[in-house]
């Protein structure tokens, strides 16, 4: 039997890893210090600042 290309389970798997994407950064930045804080004290997890967790969450991109 040849396997087809199925559009409904690709865009499926697509929501459920963007799902877990934001799910985790989500949590991410609730735990987070507040405001400036972050920033003065050089908070990171995993190598992403604040402001760059903040835009992977909103999905920004930066120039």
């Known amino acids: 039997m ?3 290309f199925n ?8 929501l459920l ?3 877990l ?3 985790f950064s989500g949590i991410i930045l609730f735990i987070a210090p507040e405001g400036s804080i ?3 004290m050089g908070w990171k997890v995993l190598g ?3 402001s760059q967790w903040e835009n992977q969450h909103l999905n920004r991109r930066v120039v």
């Open 2 to 4: 040849k396997a087809r």
């Open 7 to 14: 559009l409904t389970s690709f865009i499926s798997i697509g």
């Open 17 to 19: 890893f963007s799902f």
């Open 21 to 23: 994407i934001m799910l």
């Open 38 to 40: 972050s920033r003065w």
């Open 48 to 50: 992403l600042t604040k």
